[in-house]
């Protein structure tokens, strides 16, 4: 099953470091809860958007990390990960997002498909959301619009091969 793992630059660092990230893992999947949400039938044609959907949910959970990290470079990172559908369980709680699954494996960087990372255009606006991604969460209209500031900039792609260098050039 493919998951999206928000994660740092930290996090990243110990994926290219050590070559795996312990489990177990929050990230965010193609699950029947978010199928429902979108009230998509037709999992051929929609897997695309809905994983797409999952990987924002995921970004949005990396500011939540970044707020927790101060050592971070303030850019959004998520992992893109192929997993056993064993070790996957949809997390079924009205206080998490939809999508949302606990990995009970270790992702390895051979698991990893790609990494999707702000640019440095967006740091500004990732820092600012960082500060008030609680008090959005929360409900704050405030908050939210800054937190939509950061969620406009789109994240850019780096294949598994290419995380190592990338991370190098942050």
């Given at each position: 099953?493919?998951?999206?793992?928000?994660?740092?630059?930290?996090?990243?660092?110990?994926?290219?470091?050590d070559g795996v990230l312990p489990g177990p893992h929050t990230?965010?999947?193609?699950?029947?809860?978010?199928?429902?949400?979108?009230?998509?039938?037709?999992?051929?044609?929609?897997?695309?958007?809905?994983?797409?959907?999952?990987?924002?949910?995921?970004?949005?959970?990396?500011?939540?990390?970044?707020?927790?990290?101060?050592?971070?470079?303030?850019?959004?990172?998520?992992?893109?990960?192929?997993?056993?559908?064993?070790?996957v369980t949809p997390l079924d709680d009205p206080d998490t997002?939809?999508?949302?699954?606990?990995v009970e494996a270790d992702i390895a960087v051979q698991d990893?498909?790609?990494?999707?990372?702000?640019?440095?255009?967006?740091?500004?606006?990732?820092?600012?959301?960082?500060?008030?991604?609680?008090?959005?969460?929360?409900?704050?209209?405030?908050?939210?619009?800054?937190?939509?500031?950061?969620?406009?900039?789109?994240?850019?792609?780096?294949?598994?091969?290419?995380?190592?260098?990338?991370?190098?050039?942050?």
């Amino acid at each position: 099953m493919r998951v999206y793992l928000p994660a740092t630059t930290s996090v990243l660092r110990t994926l290219v470091d050590d070559g795996v990230l312990p489990g177990p893992h929050t990230a965010f999947a193609v699950t029947p809860q978010l199928r429902d949400f979108y009230e998509l039938s037709d999992a051929e044609a929609d897997t695309e958007e809905l994983e797409y959907a999952a990987l924002l949910a995921a970004a949005r959970a990396s500011l939540r990390l970044l707020d927790i990290d101060p050592m971070a470079i303030r850019r959004r990172v998520v992992l893109a990960a192929d997993v056993p559908d064993a070790a996957v369980t949809p997390l079924d709680d009205p206080d998490t997002d939809r999508g949302a699954v606990r990995v009970e494996a270790d992702i390895a960087v051979q698991d990893v498909a790609s990494a999707h990372i702000d640019g440095p255009d967006a740091e500004d606006d990732v820092r600012a959301a960082v500060n008030v991604v609680l008090e959005a969460d929360l409900g704050s209209e405030d908050a939210q619009f800054v937190v939509d500031q950061a969620e406009g900039h789109e994240l850019a792609w780096y294949a598994r091969q290419e995380i190592g260098p990338a991370l190098d050039l942050l």
